[in-house]
């Protein structure tokens, strides 16, 4: 999409609260995807203990070395001799477990593949079927080419019987296998479901599991649940979600985070399965999370609410309904920049919705932070912070949106545009119109709010942007200046001074019974 287009993403003038947080949504997956350190791993590769790693010489020593090593193991791996058949397995499976550079393009161009595949139907050789699939588990964790790979050789059907294997090891690396191919995108993760994968995976849920297998089963979930485009199948979430119910309440952390990440893509993928997630009873159970003392699972609960509050006016006061803003005075202060940033694109979102919800925020005293965040934060939450405020100057009352400028909203949405990203300098040009738009009703507080605009300087930004390279910009800094600021604004009205303004400047009298535009 070129810069034109991604500017009319982000312009609400004129649109109704619903369209503006659909479109926040929609706007908000740049965001999501580019948190990678955040999201759960879509593919592991299973490396080797400290104690299998051998020293290894010059790279060009290890090249060659490596490549005899490939040939010697293709030959013996065809053996009719079970033991050298197993120790070839073997020595493929730690070379393809070398967290460096493994091997893999050699393998598969060997023509290692199908012999691998094979050694996983010798039910009477667990030890060979589980070096079989733990090699071919570190094949499918390399490039989606390389993934495919493995599913053209057969191995899906293969691992999906190991899945009631009677020893569960086998089983493990079998569900390991699988978890790497449905991470591979959408067309492997609806092959796997269609081959029949979420009842046997699901039986592995109960308390007589060993942890680090409910690991797996739980992560192998959360790619289950990956991918809006599409969705998983609805019939395929009506299995999940229960079992998701089971594992929210695991006191074992990696579980935890994992269970809320899968959460939060399944709440990604629009209204029906939000109504899903939330009539499944999921949000009396992640809004506590907002407070977790675990900074990962505080990051997948923000995560998730958030894509829930991006829903109706009614799924969002679902989220509202138990108290979920208390927690924001915490998230808004938190020492983490990335924490910040969701914190105020969950708000936004809020101030998109109905003047109650908007309410609910200025009761509880966010907005000083968000200001405070617009001021001072770093790039990408000084986004969502203008965001969150233009939100709430289209969704607000008058006098919801003068407490904003009470607060002192004006100067750092004026500051703002100072900065050169266009979807910052649009979000909070359409903010600044839609106030002028609200005051303009009354010549005293018009000039009020332009006259504080430009004090702190707004006034020349908005006119150095008549010249901007964008053309959605400067045709927007060209109206404001058109509406707003010609000269018969200018001229204070007579029988007043600068001293009576009183709409939007911060120090308003505590006698006021209520902020007046």
Known sequence: MDEKGRLKEYKYLGKDPEECRRRRQESSVQLRKTKKEDTVLKKRNITLDKQDVGQRADNEEESIQRQFSINEILINSQSNDPSTKLNAVQSARKLLSSDKNPPIDQFIEANMLPILVECLTKDDQPSLQFEAAWALTNIASGSSPQTQAVVLAGAVDHFLRLLNSPHQNVCEQAVWALGNIIGDGPQCRDLVINLGVVDPLLKFISPEIPMSFLRNVTWVIVNLCRSKEPPPPIETIEKLLPALAFLIQNLDTNILVDTVWAISYLTDAGNNIIQMVIDAGFVPYLVPLLGHSEVKVVTAALRAVGNIVTGTDQQTQEVLDKDALKYFHALLNHPKPKINKEA????????????????????NGLIPQVVHLLS??????????????????????????????????????????????????????????????????????LLSVTSQIEECGGLDKI?????????????????????????????????????EYTFGTPAASAEQPKFEF
């Open 463 to 499: 006119e150095d942007l008549q010249s901007h390279r964008n053309e959605e910009i400067y045709k927007l800094a060209f109206d404001l200046i058109d509406k707003y600021f010609t000269e018969d604004n200018e001229e204070l009205p007579e029988n007043m001074n600068e001293n």
């Open 376 to 445: 001072r934060g770093d790039l990408p939450t000084k986004r969502e912070a203008a965001w969150c405020i233009n939100n709430l100057s289209l969704s607000g009352n008058k006098d919801q949106v003068a407490y904003v400028l009470q607060q002192g909203a004006i100067s750092p949405l004026c500051q703002a545009l100072s900065i050169d990203d266009p979807q910052v300098l649009a979000v909070v040009m359409d903010a600044l119109s839609n106030i002028l738009k609200l005051a303009a009703s009354n010549d005293d507080d």
């Open 344 to 363: 105020v694109w969950f708000l936004s979102n809020i101030t998109a919705g109905t003047k109650t919800q908007v309410q609910t925020v200025i009761d």
